[in-house]
T-cell receptor, first 113, second 113 residues
Framework: GENVEQHPSTLSVQEGDSAVIKCTYS??????FPWYKQELGKRPQLIID?????GEKKDQRIAVTLNKTAKHFSLHITETQPEDSAVYFC????????????FGQGTRLTINP | SQTIHQWPATLVQPVGSPLSLECTVE??????LYWYRQAAGRGLQLLFY??????ISSEVPQNLSASRPQDRQFILSSKKLLLSDSGFYLC????????????FGPGTRLTVL
């Protein structure tokens, strides 16, 4: 089955700097890669996703890149702000009648003012 | 618009007691439904998913079971809780198409003592 590894587990950056979180996956059949943000005690919320037929996607300060050959994808947050502090999860799935997401272990991002 | 409800929000149960967690979705028909568990400080693990009434797929062997008695209702149960069942239980829904976002409910925090 699919296995997703996420690094780093914790990340601390100065406000205004960029943050990068990386994930690798094992199943070449995976074709959908979402990123979720989870604040303490709250539900995960999708911030960006990418399909396997796209190499990069950007939404304002957030971007995701995908390298299918190397089986890794990354989240990039630019001009970080205090409200970006949260736990971020990557996930991967191959649709089989349902979107069976396999999540990484999470990255706790702290933005220092 | 679509909304997803879970109850109860928090639950403290003794070891060996039964469990029933409920999830309902409003504003959509024929959704795919999912149950995840999140252990403290960890990622999300898919427990069950359902593509229709009475159709349940289990992802990991465990002490839990799931049922879908109605199109927009998903129930997570146990006959006898274990200490290891403690965690944050999240229900999610998605449309029955590939590349689609999963929307998470507010979650149930279960503590087994």
């Amino acid at each position: 089955g699919e296995n997703v590894e996420q690094h780093p587990s914790t990340l601390s950056v100065q406000e205004g700097d960029s943050a990068v979180i990386k994930c690798t996956y094992s199943d070449s059949a995976s074709n959908y890669f979402p990123w979720y943000k989870q604040e303490l005690g709250k539900r995960p919320q999708l911030i960006i996703d990418i399909r396997s037929n796209v190499g990069e996607k950007k939404d304002q300060r957030i971007a995701v890149t995908l390298n299918k050959t190397a089986k890794h994808f990354s989240l990039h947050i630019t001009e970080t702000q205090p409200e970006d502090s949260a736990v971020y999860f990557c996930a991967a799935s191959a649709y089989q009648g349902a979107q069976k997401l396999v999540f990484g272990q999470g990255t706790r991002l702290t933005i220092n003012p | 618009s679509q909304t997803i409800h879970q109850w109860p929000a928090t639950l403290v149960q003794p070891v060996g007691s039964p469990l029933s967690l409920e999830c309902t979705v409003e504003g959509t028909s024929n959704p795919n439904l999912y149950w995840y568990r999140q252990a403290a400080g960890r990622g999300l693990q898919l427990l069950f998913y359902s593509v229709g009434i009475g159709q349940i797929s289990s992802e990991v062997p465990q002490n839990l079971s799931a049922s879908r008695p109605q199109d927009r209702q998903f129930i997570l149960s146990s006959k006898k809780l274990l200490l290891s069942d403690s965690g944050f239980y999240l229900c999610a829904w998605s449309v029955r198409l590939d590349y689609n976002e999963q929307f998470f409910g507010p979650g149930t925090r279960l503590t087994v003592l």
